[in-house]
Every structure is written in C-alpha cells, then in structure tokens.
C-alpha cells in the first residue's frame, strides 16, 4: 500500500521561478517528513524535513509547508535554479524507517 | 569523507550466484537501514539495524536476502540465488537515534542480475 503519493511525475519550471512540488500521505501515525533530492546514479540527498507540530519550516530557497488536517505537504523552492534538475522524494516516517513517495522530475529551463 | 559509503557501486552478476554488498555508515549513527529502489519508484524499506541488532524486517526480504552489522560498525547484505526481480539500486543510510529522524543516504549499489 502506497501510503506516500506523488501525484506529479514531472515538473517543467523556467529559471528565476517558484517550483512547487506536492506530496499526500494517508497515516495519520506519521509525525516526521522530509524532502530528499536524487541525481542520476546517485543516492538521495537530505533538503529539508518538518515536524507534525510545525506547519512551516523554511531553509534558504526551500520551505515546506503541512497541511495536517488534509495530510498534505508541499515543498517550495524559490527562486529555481538550473542545478534544482533533479528527482525530489517526499518522505514521511512515524517512528525510524521512511516511507517514500514515487519521486517527481523537476526540469529548470533556462 | 564522513559520508555514507557503499561498495561496490556497480554489481552484473548472473542469475543464481550469490552476491555481497557494503556499507559503512557515518561514524557517530547508530542506527542503519537498507532500502531497495527500482525504476519509476521511491526507496522501500527493506531492514533496519540499531548498533549490531536487527530490529526490523520488511516482508520484502525474502529468505534469500540476510543482512548483518557486526559490532555495529559496517553492514553487510547478501542476496543468495539471486533472480532477475532482485536487479535494484541498493541503498543503505544511517542516522542518530536521538532527535529527528534525517537519515543520510551513500550512492548505492546498482545490481543487475543478467
């Protein structure tokens, strides 16, 4: 059972503009989520992560924001940058393993 | 480096040999996981490990899959008869045990059963 979702493959934004990436979960038991990053070939790299009792978490270009009551979180990056082309993972977890969601592929234009 | 690090990065083996991998965590975590990633999909979780002792087990590991931290340093995991299901990336990560739950992930292990 996917209790992560990713509902969008894929993500085109221009250079200087906000990439807005969405994440859904469906247990509620999960009280810790993290945003990962993946290029080709490599393992996932640690952005930026927000506890169930915040609902904003800010660092640098990236914020996440939760939404709890609609168990949805969201990752901004302002402004984007071609180096942002990459596979970002949404990630939840309720205790110390991570459940993962199916990734979206960011492509900054320049 | 302090990093996670994992060997080999690369495995082709042919179906039905048995293959091992590494992993060397970040010094001061005690805690370790193994994750499996194909195609199209996010890392599952397929097994954790606090110091030496093996806590979790996803149902993903079948009876062909074994995995070891001896003294709660490195890790080993070990596909025996390995199938053609089994090609993957395979990651391995670690994390402290107090505070939240970041764990820091090496570049993996890709195998392709052949």
């Known amino acids: 059972d996917q209790q992560v979702k990713q509902n969008s493959p894929s993500l085109s934004v221009q250079e200087g503009r906000i990439s807005i990436l969405n994440c859904d979960y469906t247990n509620s038991m999960f009280d810790y989520f993290l945003w990962y990053k993946k290029y080709p070939a490599e393992g996932p790299t640690f952005l930026i992560s927000i506890s169930s009792i915040k609902d904003k978490n800010e660092d640098g270009r990236f914020t996440v924001f939760l939404n709890k009551s609609a168990k949805h979180l969201s990752l901004h990056i302002v402004p984007s940058q071609p180096g942002d082309s990459a596979v970002y993972f949404c990630?939840?977890?309720?205790?110390?393993?991570?459940?993962f969601g199916a990734g979206t592929t960011v492509t900054v234009r320049a | 480096d302090t990093g996670v690090s994992q060997d080999p990065r690369h495995k082709i083996t042919k179906r039905g040999q048995n293959v091992t991998f590494r992993c060397d965590p970040i010094?001061?975590?005690?805690?370790l996981y193994w994750y499996r990633q194909t195609l199209g999909q996010g890392p599952e979780f397929l097994t954790y490990?606090?110091?030496?002792?093996?806590?979790?087990k996803s149902r993903l590991l079948s009876d062909r899959f074994s995995a070891e931290r001896p003294k709660g340093s490195f890790s080993t995991l070990e596909i025996q008869r390995t199938e053609q299901g089994d090609s993957a990336m395979y990651l391995c990560?670690?994390?402290?045990?107090?505070?939240?739950?970041?764990?820091?992930f090496g570049q993996g292990t890709r195998l392709t059963v052949v």
């Open positions: 990630a939840a977890s309720g205790g110390y393993k991570l459940s």
């Open positions: 990560a670690s994390s402290v045990a107090a505070g939240g739950t970041e764990a820091f």
């Open positions: 490990f606090q110091n030496e002792a093996q806590l979790e």
């Open positions: 010094s001061e975590h005690n805690r």
